[in-house]
């Protein structure tokens, strides 16, 4: 693979909140699936935020969206935790060796 093209590539957080941006309604069904089975590292509030806006109408009439907010909340929540325990053990570990 060139160099260019790695250029070109955008975290997975930018990707989804252009495509949710521009999505159809059909296109909202593939991309709240797409995101409720994707483990998302970081970008939560970008992607709820972009969510939230897109058509209020459009996601009330789906109501299987619902889930995606819920579970962009509980994979942020579960980032969270996951930086607060590496920093945490960094803390130690820089105290131990201290």
């Known amino acids: 693979m060139s160099e260019q093209m790695t250029k070109q590539r955008r975290p997975f957080h930018e990707s989804i909140v252009d495509a949710i941006r521009r999505a159809s309604y ?3 069904r593939c991309l709240g699936k797409l995101i ?3 483990n998302i590292p970081k970008g939560h509030d970008e992607i709820l935020s972009a969510w939230a806006r897109r058509d209020g109408e ?7 969206l619902g889930d ?3 579970g962009l909340h ?3 929540r579960e980032a969270e935790k996951k ?3 590496k920093k945490a053990k960094e ?3 820089t105290a131990t060796t201290s």
């Open 36 to 38: 409720e089975e994707t």
């Open 26 to 28: 059909s296109d909202m």
């Open 58 to 64: 459009l996601i009330r009439e789906m109501s299987e």
């Open 83 to 85: 930086e607060e325990e």
């Open 68 to 70: 995606v907010e819920d």
């Open 74 to 76: 509980e994979q942020k």
């Open 91 to 93: 803390q130690t570990a």
